[in-house]
């Protein structure tokens, strides 16, 4: 199971931290953050493949996002920074075991997920 936490209310510009802690071992697996915006499909943000390689799901994500992991403790993060109105979403991690390097951005890949923390950025 994965549970994710961190989310909140902050004004543009503002930065969260998000966390995502796994109650098993993830450290073989794919980990990867989804989000949904109001009226939006899910849309991926960010993963961390098998081989320890970082995607991101484009320019201004990877500009202002941070994707990273604690193996030993099972857990994944979300650094966000220069958050805007438009990040405002529910954020989703997910993990698993069998997520290739060519999919690592479609979430029928990923065989867990965690509940997901709401992300509020104010004008």
């Known amino acids: 199971q994965l549970q994710a936490s961190g989310g909140g209310l902050v004004q543009a510009g503002g930065s969260l931290r998000l966390t995502c802690a796994a109650s098993?071992?993830?450290?073989?697996?794919?980990v990867a953050w989804f989000r949904r915006g109001p009226g939006m499909d899910r849309q991926f943000v960010a993963a961390?493949?098998?081989?320890?390689?970082?995607?991101y799901g484009g320019d201004s994500m990877k500009e202002r996002f941070t994707i990273s992991r604690d193996s030993a403790a099972n857990t994944m993060y979300l650094q966000m920074n220069s958050l805007r109105p438009e990040d405002t979403a529910v954020y989703y991690c997910?993990?698993?075991?069998?997520?290739?390097?060519?999919?690592?951005?479609?979430?029928?890949?990923?065989?867990?997920w965690g509940q997901g923390t709401q992300v509020t950025v104010s004008s």
């Open positions: 997910a993990a698993g075991p069998s997520v290739i390097s060519s999919n690592v951005a479609n979430p029928d890949a990923y065989a867990n």
């Open positions: 098993g071992r993830i450290s073989r697996y794919a």
């Open positions: 961390i493949n098998r081989s320890g390689g970082k995607i």
